[in-house]
């Protein structure tokens, strides 16, 4: 019999892979045409992670940052998944600590947009029981950039125009630092740990 993370686990990613299909087969955002439900699986929807910047090291990605980057390229597609960076230089920043996934998609390719479209569509959308951005609460997300834009979780993922500290305007930054071609996710600590419900079964106790 099934257990309750399984079975969680199934229904997200049918969901994702919903909207994900949706998206590509019209040709538009996959958030108005697309089913919305998410049903947690009788298990609890966390709270809204709060900001927790880098104050610690690691020299490899967190369980839960690896399970999510490969669950991400393989439910929808892309390359790239949990990413670290040495503790050198100044500025925080969750890739030294193994919280951060840079996920490889393209802004200027449509398809790759569509992609990333469709996953922040059900990332941010209510469950079944109504409860907004039930996803990306269960998967311990912080925050995402992607094409210009910050997805705060402690704003409740309200997007936000975003320029990178290091660039001056948007025509002197580089693809990489205005993450057109990858989107950026920082995750909690608990979701990194993978000590969030979307991990359930997915990361060994």
């Known amino acids: 019999m099934p257990t309750y993370g399984a079975a969680m686990r199934a229904l997200l990613v049918a969901a994702a892979l919903s909207l994900c299909a949706a998206a590509l087969s019209l040709g538009g955002p ?18 809204y992670a709060g900001y927790a910047p880098q104050t610690t090291c690691t ?3 967190r369980p839960g940052t690896v ?15 949990a990413v670290n960076r040495p503790c050198t230089g100044s500025g925080a920043s ?10 490889t998609l393209d802004a200027t390719d449509r398809a790759d947009r569509l992609v990333a479209k469709a996953f922040l569509a059900a990332a941010f959308a209510p469950d079944a029981a109504g409860n907004p951005a039930a996803l990306a609460r269960r998967m311990g997300i912080m925050y995402v950039i992607w094409n210009d834009h910050f997805y705060p979780a402690y704003h409740q993922f309200q997007p936000e125009s975003y ?35 979307f991990y359930v079964d997915l990361v060994p106790e």
């Open 163 to 197: 320029l990178s500290s290091s660039c001056r305007s948007k025509r002197t930054c580089s693809k990489t630092l205005r993450h057109r071609d990858h989107v950026h996710i920082s995750l909690s600590k608990a979701g990194a740990k993978g000590r969030t419900s």
């Open 30 to 47: 996959a958030a108005a045409d697309a089913p919305r439900a998410i049903d947690g699986g009788g298990l609890p929807v966390e709270d």
């Open 59 to 61: 020299k490899k990605p």
């Open 94 to 103: 969750e890739h030294k600590d193994g919280r951060a996934i840079d996920w």
């Open 67 to 81: 399970a999510l980057g490969s669950w991400l390229v393989a439910t929808y597609g892309g390359g790239g998944g």
